[in-house]
């Protein structure tokens, strides 16, 4: 009899995007030769685009993330930039066990899972559910925000060895009451990870690469002359046509890494001002109800009813303006405070603010070995992400951390040091 495989992996921020382009299949460079691109019509979408969800599925998965946590998140404290935004859960089975299932048969597969992750986790925290069956077993990958009923956002909880257990045990024992032969995994005590071979072989057949392909880099003819060369590109037309490829679909989703801490703060500031201005009203109130108490209840009674209905307009119109006050103050703070972080250095046009940096998600590998990623920000406002394993060693060797300024240097990573500080010391900058 065959067995059910179930992964889960935790997912923080700047994760998503390699998830996103692994599961959307938004490149053709792929590390796994098994991936066939011939067969890339035959995946399907199980989650169905702008009914649960107030977003369609031309977000990217960070956007739709991001999204579901600002309907839902309930909490009074700021995320933390490295809190886990999301959960992926890998399903599926050995190859033989699809060989003999129909077309039919095979989606009512992954439509029961898919069901039993919507009664468990809320359908509409399941921001994606995708089958790929362009690979050498079919297998669904499903994307869920790990949000409480009660509105809070806590993976720990949602994704316990309690809660693994259960998925490991209640999704095959539905299956098998719809008549597929399928059992649970070997048990282990690692419930998070499922260390079976068939685990490790899919894990293997859905890593991911994202490399410029070498003919990109070679210049295209733009003129042919009958005399003299040929007019081709100039590197900076290359570099963009580059940018465009490869660098683009990332860059609408960094620019909200920088402000999203600030705008969470500001948002708790402005509902701890409307609490205690409610407050406030709420005494004045009070006072007033004590001495209309003398004209008789009945008057009292219609007289409170206006009172309590004016309070409440003039609560909602001030707490509105305020909170929309603080938001247009920290915006023209953080664009002034920008200005001013990158005006104490010398050529600030060459210079950056890291954004995040780490190993990049599911193995990118460069040379063969795991890859290493940074994001970092110009001054114009132009983020983009850098792979290879030479950062990892350069971040770590000048103790860089988020929001720190640097200058790149080709593949070099420099520390920016202040212009009164190198000045003093005689160094021509």
């Known amino acids: ?73 309930l909490g009074q404290k700021a995320l933390r930039k490295d809190a886990t935004l999301a959960c992926g859960v890998l399903i ?28 468990i986790y809320g359908k509409e925290n399941i921001i994606s559910a995708k089958v790929h069956k362009d690979e050498t077993t079919p297998h669904l990958h499903a994307i869920v925000v790990p949000l409480t009923k009660d509105g809070r956002l806590t993976a720990k909880e949602l994704f316990d060895r309690k809660a693994l257990t259960a998925l490991h045990n209640d999704i095959p024992k539905k299956l098998k009451q719809r008549g597929f032969n399928i059992e649970r995994g070997e048990r282990n005590t690692q419930v998070k990870r499922m260390e079976t071979d068939e685990y490790k072989r899919l894990k293997k057949d859905n890593q991911v690469t994202v490399k ?40 609408d989703e960094l620019t909200d890494l920088r402000t999203e801490k600030a705008l969470s703060e500001k948002r708790n500031d402005a509902i701890k001002y409307a609490k205690a201005f409610s407050q406030s009203r709420e005494n004045e109130f ?40 603080a ?23 060459s210079l950056c603010s890291v ?43 000048l103790n860089i951390r988020i929001g720190d300024i640097v200058r790149l240097n080709g593949s070099k990573i420099e520390r920016a040091e202040e212009i009164n500080h190198k000045a003093s010391k005689g160094v021509k900058i």
């Open 92 to 119: 599926s089975s050995d190859k033989k066990f699809f060989e003999n299932l129909t077309e039919e048969q095979e989606r009512d597969f992954f439509n029961t899972a898919y069901e039993h992750l919507c009664e």
């Open 355 to 397: 954004l995040d940096f780490g190993k990049a998600p599911y193995q990118f590998e460069d040379n063969g070995k795991p890859s290493y990623y940074i994001a970092v920000q110009a001054q114009n406002g132009q983020p983009k992400v850098l792979w290879g394993t030479e950062y990892q060693e350069q971040i770590q060797g």
């Open 286 to 325: 009070i006072a007033l109800y004590h001495s209309l108490k003398e004209f008789g209840e009945k008057h009292v009674s219609t007289a409170l009813e206006k009172i309590q209905n004016l309070v409440s307009k003039l609560n909602t119109e001030k707490q509105k303006e305020r909170e929309q006050r």
């Open 327 to 349: 938001l247009e103050r920290e915006k023209e703070l953080k664009e002034k405070q920008r200005n001013n972080q990158f005006a104490q250095y010398r050529e600030p046009d």
């Open 212 to 251: 410029i392909n070498p003919n990109d880099i070679v210049a295209t003819v733009l003129e042919k002359k009958l005399i003299g060369a040929d007019v081709k590109e100039t590197p900076e037309q290359i570099a963009n046509r580059l940018t465009q490829k490869y660098v683009k679909p990332l860059t």
């Open 1 to 73: 009899m065959s067995k059910f495989v179930c992964n889960v992996e935790k997912f923080k921020g700047g994760q998503l995007y390699g998830m996103d382009i692994h599961i959307q299949r938004k490149t053709d460079n792929h590390s796994n030769k098994d991936i066939d691109i011939s067969k890339r019509h035959l995946n399907y979408e199980l989650v169905e685009s702008g009914k649960e969800h107030k977003f369609q599925f031309t977000d990217h998965y960070f956007s739709a993330v991001k999204k579901r946590i600002e309907q839902g998140y």
